[in-house]
């Protein structure tokens, strides 16, 4: 795996000038680099999307279903595929709204209920299976190489923020997987309500972390949730997809990541 360049970040962060070693300290100035004869800010921040760019699924969606089935004592034959189907638009369209730890029970135990629609289950186990629907941590597993990169950068004072469309679990779930302490913010759809493409939730996390979008750079896999309202905003983006799911992908993995990072020294 190509070495990260320490020397690099540091100068990004201008860091050493005062000789007290304490790397990105806030508001240490507006200097300006000139890079490709542009002259712009300096990066200071990165924001990062979550599904399909930090974490990505640790088995597919059926395998977890079957396994939450027999968790819970229920025979997998219990699911039919149309009505899996139906339970998943259902959700998809539930989801959204969601906005306490209270909504998201809630709402796996709609989930489960509609899953198990017209089956002769009893009413406690449709309950269970709605708590380990809710308990989804370990169907997500960081993606290669993310977990050093965070880190790295968090060494190298680099500001960091997560901006996601994702329910109100969101921050035990990047706790969970051991990344939550790297981000000085972590904004989901269910704190304001609001989805990406919403220009709000960036806002919001570069308001937290006292950046500007000319100081930032957003990377996240979706085109349209991610890369394109981040431009509108101003912020220099990186696509990063290591599902390979759109063709204008700027890297897939933590390598030419690292190299595209890299270029905004
Ligand atoms: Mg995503």
Redesign the pocket.
């Known amino acids: 795996m190509a070495g990260f360049s320490w020397e690099r970040w540091e100068r990004w962060e201008g860091v050493g000038s005062g000789g007290s070693g304490v790397k990105g300290t806030r508001g240490a100035g507006v200097a300006s680099t000139v890079s490709s004869g542009v002259l712009r800010d300096r990066i200071t921040t990165i924001l990062w ?5 930090l974490v990505d699924w640790a088995t597919d969606a059926e395998d977890s279903l079957v396994c939450a089935c027999r968790d819970c004592g229920l025979e997998p034959g219990l699911l039919e595929p149309e009505v899996v189907r139906q339970a998943r638009r259902e959700y998809e369209l539930d989801e959204p709204g969601w906005r306490t730890a209270e909504d998201e029970r809630a709402g796996h135990q709609r989930h489960a209920a509609a899953l198990l629609r017209g089956k002769d289950v009893r009413a406690e186990d449709v309950a269970r299976f709605g708590d380990r629907l809710l308990d989804y941590f370990d169907a997500y597993s960081p993606v290669s190489g993310i977990p050093e990169l965070l880190w790295e950068l968090s060494r190298a004072g680099v500001r960091q923020g997560v901006v996601s469309n994702w329910p109100p679990s969101l921050a035990a779930f990047l706790g969970h997987h051991h990344l939550a302490g790297h981000f000085g913010t972590i904004v989901c759809s269910a704190d304001l309500g609001v989805l990406k493409p919403d220009p709000a939730p960036f806002l919001c996390a570069l308001d937290k972390l006292e950046s500007t979008p000319n100081q930032t750079v957003f990377i ?3 085109p349209l ?2 890369i394109a309202p981040a431009r509108a905003l101003g912020m220099q983006t990186i696509h990063f997809d290591p599902r390979r799911e759109h063709v204008e992908r700027q890297a897939t993995n933590i390598i030419d990541l690292r190299r595209l990072l890299q270029s905004f020294t």
């Open positions: 999307d979550v599904g399909g760019t996240g896999n979706d949730l991610d």
